[in-house]
């Protein structure tokens, strides 16, 4: 007998511009990861929800995230409220989480908004000002001057 479960993959519909990618995003910035940890306990590690946390919105703090600490180096959208950020991604990569490596430097591409796969009734959860999502499916990725360069190209 042969049992199979229904499951959701993350997919991404090609790899936006840096214009768009930075258009899209509330906030745009480089630097360190200096932490990194899977939590559901994020009044634990000084993160805020603000917005809609009813019973019928919060369950999703049942659910694990990944939590990354970054030591920002520099700042291209966005006001800086912090020299050390945090970035909050879904857990794997099946969900659309960023795999991100303590030690690596990053270009990140954030929301304020919660952009989690199968949550889109959720969209109005957001954080302090120092917590942000970002996903797979942004321009996130390891630091290159190149599009670093594209970046600094835009009047933002």
Known sequence: MVWTLNSIACSCEGKATVS?????????????????????????????????????????????????????????????????????????????????????KYIIYATIFDEMLGTDRLKRRTFDNKTFWTHQCTRTGEWNSIEEKEILKIKI
Request: charged residues 20%; hydrophobic residues 35%.
């Open 20 to 104: 768009a990618s930075v258009k899209h995003s509330d906030f745009v910035f480089s630097g360190q990861v200096i932490f990194k940890t899977l939590t559901t306990k994020y009044d634990s590690l000084g993160i805020i929800a603000t917005g809609d946390t009813s019973k019928k919105h919060f369950k999703w703090r049942n659910y694990p995230t990944a939590v990354v600490r970054i030591r920002v180096d520099k700042m291209y959208k966005g006001k800086l409220t912090s020299k050390i950020l945090t970035v909050l991604t879904p857990p794997n990569g099946a969900g659309c989480g960023y795999s991100f490596k303590v030690g690596k």
